[in-house]
């Protein structure tokens, strides 16, 4: 994909169907992005979130909400909300970034949350928390590294 302007890109719920494109999106970006900076143990854990059956156990349930970004029929982006206000993934697939794939998501995400919420939390990686600042969060103190991930806790606030 060469370009990919927003107005190409259509933004919805995912559905048990898109398992498979999930996990697949979301293993890739964390190998790249992320496993590098976590211990063997702690990557290792990572990728078992991000399996097909991890996917589909979240798209089934009531505690997450998914939504997904597809340009010509693919999947290039998604975002997963844990209830009631951590955004748990926000991934934008490589050939997709930096063209407001991942601003997008997170505008879906903040449209189909409670208008009374005071605001969101993320853990970011270290990759990813630059992305985080752009989108408006504002992180909570230093990274921090459990069971050999680091991350960096941020929160947006309306």
């Known amino acids: 994909m060469a370009t990919t302007p927003s107005d190409l890109i259509a933004v919805r719920a995912a559905t048990v169907a898109d398992t498979a494109a999930i996990s697949a999106l979301t293993m890739a970006s964390m190998q790249r992005w992320i496993a590098g900076d976590c211990t063997a143990e702690g990557a290792t854990a990572l990728a078992a979130l991000m399996t097909p059956e991890a996917t589909r156990e979240r798209l089934a349930g009531d505690a997450y909400r998914t939504w997904v970004a597809e ?61 985080y600042r752009r989108l408006g969060f504002v992180a909570d103190g230093p990274e921090t590294v459990e069971h050999g991930i680091p991350a960096t806790p941020m929160h947006w606030r309306g």
């Open 71 to 131: 340009c010509d029929g693919a999947v290039v982006g998604v975002a997963a909300l844990r209830f009631p206000a951590h955004l748990y993934h926000l991934f934008v697939a490589d050939d997709a970034q930096r063209r407001g794939v991942a601003r997008l998501l997170w505008s879906a995400v903040r449209a189909a949350v409670s208008p009374g919420l005071d605001g969101f939390t993320v853990n970011a990686s270290r990759h990813g928390v630059e992305a």
